[in-house]
């Protein structure tokens, strides 16, 4: 088993992972890590707002010709007199439209101008294929999300592979040191086969600490690409 630090976001807890183990087996299976990462993303979360956003502005394109009908409605108290208004004729002579003074008076002004009649269906058609684009730009994300999880994915398992055979060669060195030194202490082996058992060992045991950097930074940068730790991605 091989201890990696802290699991991001679980204060207290440390992560152990099987080296000798496939880390493919040890997780989740990576269509349903992608389905997590994608819910956890937040440039995704921001292209699910734009989206909403123009859903909106495509709703309110629709509905923007409302803005040139105009209702009214006035009501009048009265004794029911009848008002005759003169109304002048094509000859000249006045006729009379009879109105009553009181009551209730509701009607619709509707004002419609050329623009608005022939050039509403554009103005559609635009708000449309802007939310449109909106949606694909988030096919955009969430494909470079894929693409950046494969990649890290592969590093991961390139990493544990790696690591394996350089903790069996850093064990084979510190059986060999720790060999030379009962020789050494036997009076049966030279100070200079000991210096070189010693910096054999320092070697291996450099190298493997630095593979296990690389391997401990796949995992982290993994886990923030995902947006949970490792271990909430681990198998039951």
Avoid at 10 to 24: A, E, H, K, M, W
Avoid at 76 to 90: E, F, I, K, R, Y
Avoid at 106 to 129: T, W
Avoid at 154 to 168: E, G
Wanted: charged share 20%; no cysteine; hydrophobic share 40%.
């Amino acid at each position: 088993m091989v201890a990696f630090g802290k699991a991001t976001g679980l204060s207290g807890d440390t992560l152990y992972l099987d080296v000798n183990q496939d880390i493919g087996s040890q997780l989740l299976p990576f269509d349903q890590i992608v389905k997590i990462a994608a819910a956890n993303s937040p440039l995704l979360k921001y292209q699910d707002e734009v989206i909403n956003s123009l859903n909106a502005a495509t709703a309110v394109t629709r509905s923007q010709l409302l803005q040139n009908l105009t209702g009214f409605g006035n009501y009048s108290g009265g004794n029911q007199t009848l008002l005759a208004t003169g109304v002048p004729d094509a000859n000249g002579r006045t006729g009379s439209i009879g109105q009553l003074t009181n009551g209730w008076r509701v009607g619709i002004d509707a004002r419609i101008s050329l623009y608005d009649l022939f050039g509403r269906k554009h103005q559609i058609r635009q708000a449309e294929a802007t939310q449109q684009a909106g949606e694909r730009q988030k096919d955009v994300v969430l494909l470079q999300l894929k693409r950046e999880l494969i990649t890290i994915y592969q590093d991961m398992l390139t990493a544990q592979q790696v690591l394996k055979i350089r903790l069996l060669d850093e064990q084979a060195s510190l059986t060999a040191y720790r060999i030379a030194e009962v020789e050494l202490q036997k009076g049966r082996l030279s100070a200079e086969l000991m210096a070189n058992a010693t910096t054999r060992y320092v070697e291996t045991k450099s190298i493997s600490e630095q593979v296990k950097g690389e391997f401990l930074k796949n995992v982290h940068t993994f886990e923030a690409l995902v947006g949970v730790p490792i271990q909430r991605l681990k198998r039951n």
